[in-house]
């Protein structure tokens, strides 16, 4: 039957009116009676849990605004909240990070049916590759798929100078997943995920990471827990155990940087895009700086009354974005 914490949850769940965390809560103690033996009721659970999921996701479909609710009291100023439309179609990635995100997604649509065999979906996801490359696109993608708000920790109010004040936010952080179901981001993850032999480390930071470690494993919420970092080999080694996947971003190649190129500048007319001198242009250039070139060309284009794109603006673009050195900013 249900532990004293899960029945202690579910009451308060019902009584914030959270019907996330209600289902969620109820997915456990399903789970737990299937792993006792207890198939029929364990089966009977699931039918009903997934008839309120239906219920629940209909209602919010009828519903014209999807309200976002922005957080309050302590945890104010602790993360940003927001409800992204992104979808998986609007990246560019390579076809092996594709398919990986596509198994997130599967795996937590079809949770119930996991933890009523004792097994858990990917929630714990750590991103790395170098900046502009779509890591954090990502975590508003999940957002996107799985009707989730995204929520962004705020590094800057979370680190304090004051011994163990971090680490107390960092749980209230924590403490959040399990009451509001979301997709928590930790972007620019380095700033607390350092490694414990760092040089410049004075001790508090190496507390923080031990308390986000702790965190982490004992983590049993609904939401999905994303942290973002250029730095992989600032990470401490620790860190890679505790996710459940690690995706490794780079930058895009010719043929990706062609598809960007498509995408962006769909509603516009071109003369011959002469690709050899386009992709050459951007050669090393990330993600986010291909579509920015594009936006600026699209600008000129459009300032001067005109529906085509020229090669030449675009190329043109693409220099403006990078370093007097030649490389991308």
Same mark, same amino acid.
């Given at each position: 039957?249900?532990?004293?914490?899960?029945?202690?949850?579910?009451?308060?769940?019902?009584?914030?009116?959270?019907?996330?965390?209600?289902?969620?809560?109820?997915?456990?103690?399903?789970?737990?009676?299937?792993?006792?033996?207890?198939?029929?009721?364990?089966?009977?659970?699931?039918?009903? =849990?997934?008839?309120?999921?239906?219920?629940?996701?209909?209602?919010?479909?009828?519903?014209?605004?999807?309200? =976002?609710?922005?957080?309050?009291?302590?945890?104010?100023?602790?993360?940003?909240?927001?409800?992204?439309?992104?979808?998986?179609?609007?990246?560019?990635?390579?076809?092996?990070?594709?398919?990986?995100?596509?198994?997130?997604?599967?795996?937590?649509?079809?949770?119930?049916?996991?933890?009523?065999?004792?097994?858990?979906?990917?929630?714990?996801?750590?991103?790395l590759g170098p900046p502009g490359c779509?890591?954090?696109?990502?975590?508003?993608?999940?957002?996107?798929?799985?009707?989730?708000?995204?929520?962004?920790?705020?590094?800057?109010?979370?680190?304090?100078k004051f011994m163990g004040e971090t680490?107390?936010?960092?749980?209230?952080?924590?403490?959040?997943?399990?009451?509001?179901?979301?997709?928590?981001?930790?972007?620019?993850?380095?700033? =607390?995920?350092?490694?414990?032999?760092?040089?410049?480390?004075?001790?508090?930071?190496?507390?923080?990471?031990?308390?986000?470690?702790?965190?982490?494993?004992?983590?049993?919420?609904?939401?999905?827990?994303?942290?973002?970092?250029?730095?992989?080999?600032?990470?401490?080694?620790?860190?890679?155990?505790?996710?459940?996947?690690?995706?490794?971003?780079?930058?895009?190649?010719?043929?990706?940087?062609?598809?960007? =190129?498509?995408?962006?500048?769909?509603?516009?007319?071109?003369?011959?895009?002469?690709?050899?001198?386009?992709?050459?242009?951007?050669?090393?250039?990330?993600?986010?700086?291909?579509?920015?070139?594009?936006?600026?060309?699209?600008?000129?284009?459009?300032?001067?009354?005109?529906?085509?794109?020229?090669?030449?603006?675009?190329?043109?673009?693409?220099?403006?974005?990078?370093?007097?050195?030649?490389?991308?900013?």
């Open positions: 039957m249900a532990t004293a914490q899960q029945l202690k949850a579910l009451i308060e769940s019902f009584t914030e009116n959270n019907p996330d965390r209600f289902l969620s809560v109820a997915s456990q103690i399903a789970a737990h009676a299937a792993r006792s033996g207890k198939e029929k009721l364990a089966q009977d659970l699931l039918k009903l =849990i997934e008839q309120a999921r239906r219920a629940s996701n209909a209602s919010r479909e009828a519903s014209q605004v999807v309200p =976002i609710t922005q957080p309050t009291g302590e945890l104010s100023g602790l993360v940003s909240a927001a409800f992204p439309k992104t979808r998986l179609t609007d990246m560019v990635l390579p076809t092996a990070i594709n398919h990986r995100l596509k198994r997130v997604l599967v795996e937590y649509r079809q949770s119930d049916r996991l933890q009523l065999h004792g097994l858990s979906p990917r929630r714990k996801l750590l991103l779509g890591k954090s696109m990502t975590a508003s993608v999940i957002a996107g798929e799985l009707h989730l708000p995204l929520l962004t920790v705020q590094f800057h109010t979370l680190i304090t680490a107390a936010k960092l749980r209230l952080v924590f403490d959040a997943m399990a009451k509001s179901r979301g997709v928590y981001l930790f972007d620019e993850f380095d700033a =607390i995920g350092a490694h414990r032999q760092a040089g410049h480390d004075v001790g508090e930071i190496r507390r923080v990471l031990n308390s986000f470690l702790v965190f982490l494993e004992q983590d049993e919420s609904g939401s999905m827990i994303i942290g973002a970092s250029n730095l992989v080999e600032m990470l401490d080694a620790a860190l890679f155990r505790r996710f459940d996947d690690v995706l490794h971003y780079g930058m895009p190649t010719r043929d990706m940087a062609k598809r960007l =190129i498509v995408s962006r500048l769909a509603a516009f007319k071109s003369t011959r895009w002469q690709w050899k001198p386009t992709l050459a242009a951007a050669e090393g250039m990330s993600h986010a700086d291909i579509v920015k070139a594009c936006e600026d060309a699209a600008k000129e284009a459009v300032l001067a009354d005109r529906d085509t794109i020229r090669p030449s603006e675009l190329r043109r673009a693409m220099l403006h974005r990078r370093t007097p050195t030649g490389k991308p900013c």
